[in-house]
T-cell receptor
């Protein structure tokens, strides 16, 4: 049972336009959500996060939206730049003693064309 | 501030052998987690250590084990290697369980 799903394996957008990456989850116990970016031959790097008590969090060009009723979150990148081309992973965590365990989606490969 | 360091970067082993991977977390980080990434797959959680104690464990067979030392450095061991163990093994550290993970660049294990 995959608890975190990224249904789009890939996404291609034009430089300057908006990139929207989606993520769905099934476990209602998740209360903290994160996005990581991964370049080839490197480990993932943390991008942005959101707590379940919020529905939006912004950091520069990156905004994460959380819809708890739909168990859906999305990452918006505006404007998209060629350097944003990477694999993006959505991750979810429960609080308490399970806080150290993150459940990841399979990733979405974003390609931003100049 | 130095990042998470994993050694070695690449490893080739034969079926039936065992392997030990090493991870040095960011200074001051007490939580260390291990993840497995196979082609086309997301990151699968192996285990998490905090202050030398295994606090969480994923759904992997007992051939996968780990430990954490008093200086927070961690090792992961896989015994009786199988072809399906070929993967990128990622170590991540965090200041505490409520902080984002900081990943190393991984160890690419190939089992032949």
């Amino acid at each position: 049972d995959q608890q975190v799903k990224q249904n789009s394996p890939s996404l291609s957008v034009q430089e300057g336009r908006i990139s929207i990456l989606n993520c769905d989850y099934t476990n209602s116990m998740f209360d903290y959500f994160l996005w990581y970016k991964k370049y080839p031959a490197e480990g993932p790097t943390f991008l942005i996060s959101i707590s379940s008590i919020k529905d939006k969090n912004e950091d520069g060009r990156f905004t994460v939206f959380l819809n708890k009723s739909a168990k859906h979150l999305s990452l918006h990148i505006v404007p998209s730049q060629p350097g944003d081309s990477a694999v993006y992973f959505c991750a979810a965590r429960r609080g308490g003693t399970n806080a150290g365990k993150s459940t990841f989606g399979d990733g979405t490969t974003l390609t931003v064309k100049p | 501030k130095a990042g998470v360091t994993q050694t070695p970067r690449y490893l080739i082993k034969t079926r039936g052998q065992q392997v030990t991977l090493s991870c040095s977390p960011i200074s001051g980080h007490r939580s260390v987690s291990w993840y497995q990434q196979t082609p086309g797959q997301g990151l699968q959680f192996l285990f998490e250590y905090f202050s030398e104690t295994q606090r969480n464990k994923g759904n992997f067979p007992g051939r996968f084990s780990g430990r954490q030392f008093s200086n927070s450095r961690s090792e992961m061991n896989v015994s009786t290697l199988e072809l399906g163990d070929s993967a990128l093994y990622l170590c991540a550290s965090s200041r505490d369980s409520n902080s984002p993970l900081h990943f190393g660049n991984g160890t690419r294990l190939t089992v032949t």
